[in-house]
């Protein structure tokens, strides 16, 4: 029995690899995509989203475009790591057409409330939780109403990817975060928190990389094509070689839980200061509040990357010797 997903997301190129291993899994119905400001500005997500779609070949899915900009920040994109467009600067054509047919003026928050309230709808969270924290201000029971909801973003005890201590997802708009923490909270609800703990342990390699180009050119060349900036932002900035693909990790969690381990606990967000964005997880219960995050800290790398190839590539896990002569 497949399940029903929203996917929200700032695509960007982690995002967009993201939306082709669910798209490409078939335990899950894509129900649709809404895209926040964040890596890009939303129109630009909206029109990465329909590139991915249209490669695909699944533009069936409507994109549907949210907050144009943070609770209460200012917005600040990521350009500067996912390039110029937001796609790696792969400057691929504009798809034509509309992006979310018969849903004139339904806006990501009434997509959102109409899906999760109906029931049965998990909430796969790969960006900025502004399009999330706006749902929770209108209506905070059809936000507790999701299945499932699995956040890329925070960190326990792996350090910021924007500051010392933050990671961007929750720092780009901190008040969302907090919010949105807080409401499930209150509703006796955990949010699955797939942090850079575990996707920094997630690496596309140059090896990786042309292994997927040798077992499937067209998607390999794809991949190629949005991923070359990546490598050289990665390459600049942290001297690694390859890239961090945070978002893939939470559709793989999301698809197979046991992928990922970790412990439930009380998260907050801090929404000011030199620490804004940090999500300070009390493993120690101080506060003796009921969780309302499960924090991942362990994920089982290759059988991530079997999974990922296999799924993307169209060769079956079987034959993915990848963890075996390749990591
Ligand atoms: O910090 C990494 C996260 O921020 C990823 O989701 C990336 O796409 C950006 O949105
Ligand atoms: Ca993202």
């Not at 609770?71 to 994109?77: F, K, T």
């Amino acid at each position: 029995m497949e399940k029903k997903v929203i996917i929200d997301c700032d695509p960007g190129i982690d995002d967009s690899l993201a939306l082709m291993l669910a798209l490409r899994s078939p335990e899950i119905r894509v129900a649709g995509i809404t895209v926040v400001a964040g890596n890009s500005p939303v129109e630009m997500g909206v029109g990465n989203a329909r590139k991915v779609l249209s490669f695909m070949h699944r533009l069936d899915v409507p994109v549907i475009a949210g907050e144009s900009r943070p609770l209460a920040r200012e917005y600040v994109n990521a350009l500067d790591t996912h390039g110029a467009d937001g796609l790696g600067e792969s400057f691929l054509p504009e798809i034509p057409g509309d992006p979310a047919p018969g849903l004139h003026g339904v806006t990501a928050v009434d997509f959102l409330e109409e899906n999760l309230l109906h029931g049965g709808c998990s909430l796969i969270a790969l960006g900025p939780m502004t399009n999330l924290a706006r749902l929770a201000e209108k209506n905070p029971a059809a936000l507790a109403a999701a299945e499932e909801i699995v956040s890329m973003g925070g960190n326990f005890r792996s350090y910021g990817n924007c500051s010392p201590v933050a990671e961007y997802n929750y720092w780009e708009d901190p008040d969302a975060a907090r919010l949105v923490y807080h409401t499930m909270g209150s509703l006796g609800r955990k949010i699955r928190m797939v942090g850079l703990d575990v996707t920094r342990k997630i690496v596309l390699t140059p090896t990786l990389l042309e292994y997927m180009n040798r077992l499937n050119p067209e998607v390999g060349g794809f991949v190629r094509k949005i991923t070359r900036f990546y490598f050289d932002f990665h390459w600049i900035q942290e001297r690694l070689i390859g890239c961090v693909i945070n978002d893939p990790l939470a559709v793989a969690a999301f698809l197979d839980p046991a992928l990922l381990s970790g412990f439930d606990a009380f998260t907050d967000v801090e929404v000011q200061g030199i620490s804004m964005g940090q999500t300070v997880v009390d493993a120690m219960k101080f506060w003796r509040k009921p969780a309302n995050s499960t924090v991942y800290t362990e994920a089982d790398v290759p059988a991530f990357w079997k999974m990922f190839l296999s799924r993307l590539t169209g060769v079956p896990e079987e034959e993915i010797d990848f963890p075996e002569r390749r990591f």
